[in-house]
């Protein structure tokens, strides 16, 4: 990967490779996560889409996309570690499979940078009328989150669990602060972000990178920057285990454990931890699959994932209401085989195979390897995947045990059933 500033705090980073038929674009603003400005922040990219100052609205917009051979443009709005990022992803055809030599590549940055820097505005303000309509539009988003208990029960544990830290807020916003969102005040906050949030892009696809770096140039020449860096994600320490029960008319309830570790992936213990992860619960030869769910039918799914950036992993289940207690038991109980050592050596070679297997799977998808390669910049440790793949093939069994001894459980959140 080949890193460039192309501005102040714009940073332009090149993965070169002529895998796949489609070129990949990210185009990512980095804020803190913050009360309010989480949300204006969510709602920037969708009204971009809808009032470019060229493109109208998403009826000529989509017309363009179709021009440039079916070219995708989709808002994002993601959550790293305590950081938000809003912005852009965007893929279409590489030039060699275009008809008659031309150039995609120069027409969908051009696109891009249409609807990211020249938006409609009207009286100091986005288009009234499309700021109402993504209001409305994040308002229903935020009120469908529920509909996905596995995920709302995760949410919520990270809610609970790290109540007073920036990780606790959504990417997404908060349904109270919409109402407050004038078109005035989000265009402000916009050329907020214009002007000091770093930039980070991502090209994914076989152009030069003369070409990339010179189109990307283009796109912020004459911005004024004062860019502010972002706090470093803090990484709390558990404490007393605190036990949350909502009620919901739901037929399978929601286990969720959250844990803190103290581990992120700029430290060296990190693989370690994630191999840790993957013999408890990253897996279908885990401890979790294999006996809560497998051989006790606690459950009718178990599982645990690393989160990278904060520490802390996070145990997630569907469980029958008379079988919660017990499951949560014995969940416990197979983090505490494991930080004693009562784990054997097929168990970690398995699990070491399972994040072996996944590491060389993301590498087949653009969108994966972004999100690879941004974890690593965040985190400030920038490794490819196969220097991670050898990072999980060093790790010995003494180290895989001493960072599960750091798996701590912080908060337990449950949704139950009504009846």
Do not use: W
């Amino acid at each position: 990967m080949l890193t460039r500033q192309t501005a102040p705090s714009v940073t332009l980073n090149t993965i070169k490779t002529d895998k796949f038929k489609n070129a990949f674009v990210t185009v990512s603003f980095l804020s803190p996560l913050e009360p309010v400005r989480n949300t204006e922040n969510a709602l920037i990219p969708r009204v971009l889409m809808g009032s470019s100052e060229k493109y109208g609205d998403l009826r000529r917009l989509n017309v363009e996309l179709d021009r440039l051979y079916g070219a995708q443009l989709l808002p994002m709005c993601r959550k790293k570690g305590e950081t938000q990022l809003v912005g852009f992803a965007m893929s279409f055809i590489c030039d060699e499979y275009a008809l008659g030599g031309e150039k995609v590549f120069d027409g969908a940055v051009s696109l891009l940078g249409e609807v990211l820097l020249h938006p409609k505005t009207e009286k100091g303000g986005f288009d009234p009328a499309v700021a109402e309509l993504e209001k409305r539009q994040l308002r229903e988003k935020l009120q469908s989150r529920i509909n996905d208990k596995m995920r709302y029960g995760v949410e919520r544990c990270h809610e609970i669990m790290c109540e007073g830290e920036p990780f606790a807020l959504s990417a997404s916003g908060a349904e109270e602060d919409i109402d407050g969102v004038t078109p005035e005040g989000l265009y402000k906050r916009y050329r907020d972000l214009l002007r000091t949030a770093p930039v980070e892009i991502f090209y994914i696809g076989p152009a030069d990178e003369g070409e990339v770096e010179a189109a990307f140039s283009r796109m912020f020449r004459g911005i004024e920057r004062e860019p502010k860096d972002c706090p470093a994600t803090t990484v709390g320490r558990a404490g007393e285990i605190r036990v949350v029960e909502e009620k919901m008319d739901v037929t399978q309830c929601k286990l969720t454990i959250g844990c803190r570790t103290g581990v992120r992936a700029c430290d060296d213990d990190y693989c370690a931890l994630a191999l840790a992860n993957a013999v408890f619960g990253g897996g279908p030869t885990s401890k979790l699959f294999m006996n809560v769910r497998e051989k006790l039918s606690l459950c009718y799914y178990a599982s645990s994932a690393v989160d990278k950036l904060k520490g802390i992993i996070t145990v997630y289940s569907g469980v029958d209401q008379k079988n919660i207690d017990r499951a949560r038991e014995e969940i416990e109980a197979q983090l505490n085989d494991l930080k004693a050592g009562r784990v054997t050596d097929d168990e970690i070679e398995a699990a070491r195979l399972v994040i072996i297997n996944a590491l060389r799977a993301a590498a087949d998808s653009p969108a994966s390897m972004e999100d690879f390669a941004l974890g690593g910049t965040l985190c400030g440790k920038k490794v490819t995947f196969e220097e991670q793949i050898e990072g999980i093939k060093a790790v010995t069994r003494e180290q895989m045990l001493a960072a599960a001894r750091k798996i701590v459980p912080d908060t337990v959140f449950v949704i139950k059933g009504e009846k």
